[in-house]
């Protein structure tokens, strides 16, 4: 019996194998600071676990709606509705065990499997894009995203990817890897592009609480742009829920044939868990809020700390909760290949993080290095893991580092 071609092709995402490399050198007693996974270190708040077990309590253990029970639709399209400043209604919701699955629903529900429908995507970026767009039979087309342009991409560089097979082009603001995100003008030449081509916009807003410096604005926002916009997003980041899985989309065309690949795929989402859903986006959002402050407080720290090593070079990022800094200088410091070969160091030395090619394949032509670190983490985890970065590459102006960790 053989394994599928797709199956053996089909990528991954690589911030969960180095968490299980990580928790495997903490079972054999190695000190780990680990900034590998995008995941909040807090406990989801008090009212959302209660009302998760009020549900269970209550005998809400069976099916709902595959597009979700009505309730915890009417929540999302409440909440899309106060901060997208669109009119959301139950109808256009489908909530999914995560938002990740929506982007399989995404691609199947755009493109048509081997007949060469094209999908741009950003890269670097969420590895699963690439991933789901090959396994289901479409084009990935990759959009460098740029450090000079702030992790923004450059527009004649989107137009230059357009052509006549272009269904979908996704979107991810704030964004994983970098923490970049897409300017109000950015977002209005793409819906520009949308509309003039005629392709859907794949919108990835899971982090959408986590805009640090300006208020958050959806490409949906824009004028017509709602219906060819499939917003994503969900409580994983927001609400410190990763564990209870609990995503959603919202399109007035798409949101019906969606539902019916939930109902193909996953029959529908968690029942209980959209009690919690429903909770966290009506109830109070002060512990989010909280949340949200903590990182940026976090956000600030690591930038600065980062670029006190030598060989490093980090921007600011303006949203979500990771560091993307530059270490170009420092692969050439330590006479090493690539950044790769640096995470692989700086894991000896106690600090895990992931490379820029667990996110895409390097863009042609540019020779930068980066990495990636999550300050979903204490203070004190930041200040030790750049303690250690720093024994290992020095600080600037300073001599050599060493490896004594």
């Avoid at 919108?203 to 917003?231: H, N, Q, V």
């Avoid at 407080?297 to 949203?319: A, F, T």
Wanted: net charge neutral.
């Amino acid at each position: 019996m053989e394994i599928s071609k797709r199956t053996q092709d089909l990528g991954t995402e690589t911030a969960f194998e180095v968490l299980a490399e990580v928790n495997r050198l903490r079972r054999e007693g190695q000190n780990i600071i680990s900034f590998c996974i995008g995941q909040p270190d807090f406990d989801t708040p008090r009212n959302i676990k209660d009302a998760a077990i009020k549900a269970i309590n209550d005998g809400k253990t069976g099916y709902t709606d595959s597009a979700g029970a009505l309730f915890a639709r009417e929540a999302v399209a409440r909440y899309l509705t106060r901060t997208r400043k669109i009119e959301v209604k139950p109808e256009h919701v489908v909530i999914a065990n995560g938002a990740k699955p929506f982007i399989a629903h995404a691609v199947v529900a755009t493109t048509d499997h081997g007949v060469g429908d094209e999908i741009i995507y950003p890269n670097p970026g969420f590895p699963i894009y690439q991933s789901q767009i090959l396994a289901h039979g479409a084009v990935p087309v990759p959009l460098p995203l740029l450090e000079k342009k702030k992790f923004s991409f450059d527009i004649e560089e989107l137009k230059a990817r357009i052509s006549n097979r272009t269904k979908l082009l996704i979107i991810n603001t704030p964004q994983n890897p970098t923490g970049g995100i897409l300017e109000e003008d950015d977002l209005k030449e793409v819906a520009a592009l949308a509309k003039k081509h005629d392709f859907w916009i794949y919108s990835d807003e899971i982090y959408s609480t986590l805009s640090y410096d300006k208020e958050f604005k959806s490409i949906a926002s824009l004028p017509d742009m709602y219906e060819r916009t499939i917003i994503s997003d969900g409580a994983s980041k927001a609400y410190a829920m990763t564990g209870w899985r609990m995503g959603f989309i919202a399109n007035p065309v798409l949101a019906p044939h969606i539902a019916r690949w939930v109902t193909n795929t996953e029959s529908c989402a968690n029942h209980m868990s959209q009690y919690a859903l429903a909770e966290a986006l009506d109830g109070p959002q002060t512990e989010s809020e909280k949340m949200a402050a903590s990182f940026k407080e976090r956000r600030d720290l690591i930038v600065g700390l980062l670029n006190e090593v030598d060989g490093v070079h980090c921007l600011m990022p303006g949203g979500a909760f990771y560091a993307f800094p530059n270490v170009t200088a420092a692969v050439k410091k330590l006479k090493l290949k690539d950044s790769e070969e640096l995470r692989k160091l700086l894991l000896k030395n106690g600090v895990a993080t992931l490379a820029d090619i667990h996110f895409g394949k390097r863009n042609p032509g540019d020779p930068e290095q980066h990495i990636r670190l999550s300050y979903a983490t204490s203070k004190e985890n930041i200040i030790e893991g750049l303690r250690r970065m720093k024994a290992l590459l020095g600080a600037k102006g300073s001599e050599e580092g060493t490896l004594n960790y």
